[in-house]
């Protein structure tokens, strides 16, 4: 079954306190990225990924890291998270970049609490 | 960054009824995308438009894009309470790397 496996769903962690977001696509899809969802906001896109050692900020960068290594996995790091990264991420692929008419594949979310 | 405004943010209707949610911008847009999400899981998409002035159907759910490829819209008919969900429109620029979000509108359908 194609599909975008992000983990864990739910993560409460304290100030300072690093921690990591997995993301893995089966699709052998090239683009990949991330998201935060806050009410009120829609989606932002935090980082994203046009192939294997190829990524670029998105619009609200500040506080994350990613990388990737091979073409299935897009991890998001958060080195030293702070309350106001508390919010529920979605990782997405697809085949190629969104501006090609092309379709995005989302996980089911992780819902973040930073206190 | 390009902006796409939703409205209206909330619309709650009775069964049978019809809707239309609104996605407007100052940006010109080289394909948009409207997508639903229901509670607990990612958004899926449900149609792109590309050409301007396209409108295609799906069902009972009817998208436009505009002519000058700024706005769209979505129109629901005889809507069913498994209509209930958020719905985004997204659109990608044609040198742009990344899609662009409205903040949705939350339908509600009551039985």
């Known amino acids: 079954e194609a599909q975008v496996t992000q983990n864990p769903r739910y993560l409460i962690t304290v100030t300072g306190k690093k921690l990591t977001v997995t993301c893995s696509q089966n699709?052998?899809?090239?683009?990949m990225s991330w998201y935060r969802q806050d009410p009120g906001l829609g989606l932002r896109q935090i980082y994203y990924?046009?192939?294997?050692?190829?990524?670029d900020k998105g619009d609200v960068p500040e506080g994350y890291k990613v990388s990737r290594k091979e073409k299935r996995n897009f991890p998001l790091i958060l080195e030293s998270p702070s309350p106001n990264q508390t919010s529920l991420y979605f990782c997405?692929?697809?085949?190629?970049?969104?501006?090609?008419?092309?379709?995005?594949?989302f996980g089911q979310g992780t819902r973040l609490t930073v206190v | 960054t390009q902006l796409l405004e939703q409205s209206p943010q909330f619309l709650s209707i009775q069964e049978g009824e019809n809707l239309t949610v609104y996605c407007n911008s100052s940006?010109?847009?080289?394909?948009l995308q409207w997508y639903r999400q229901e509670p607990g899981e990612g958004p899926v998409l449900l149609v792109t438009?590309?050409?301007?002035?396209e409108v295609k159907k799906l069902k009972r759910l009817t998208f436009q894009f505009g002519d000058a490829r700024k706005d769209s819209s979505l129109h629901i008919t005889a809507a069913q309470t498994g209509d209930t969900g958020l719905y985004l429109c997204?659109?990608?620029?044609?040198?742009?790397?990344?899609?662009?979000f409205g903040a949705g509108t939350t339908v509600t359908v009551r039985a």
């Open positions: 990924s046009m192939n294997v050692e190829v990524t």
């Open positions: 997204a659109g990608a620029g044609s040198n742009d790397y990344k899609l662009s």
């Open positions: 438009v590309v050409t301007g002035g």
């Open positions: 940006s010109v847009f080289s394909s």
């Open positions: 997405a692929s697809s085949l190629s970049n969104p501006g090609w008419d092309t379709e995005a594949f």
């Open positions: 699709m052998n899809h090239e683009y």
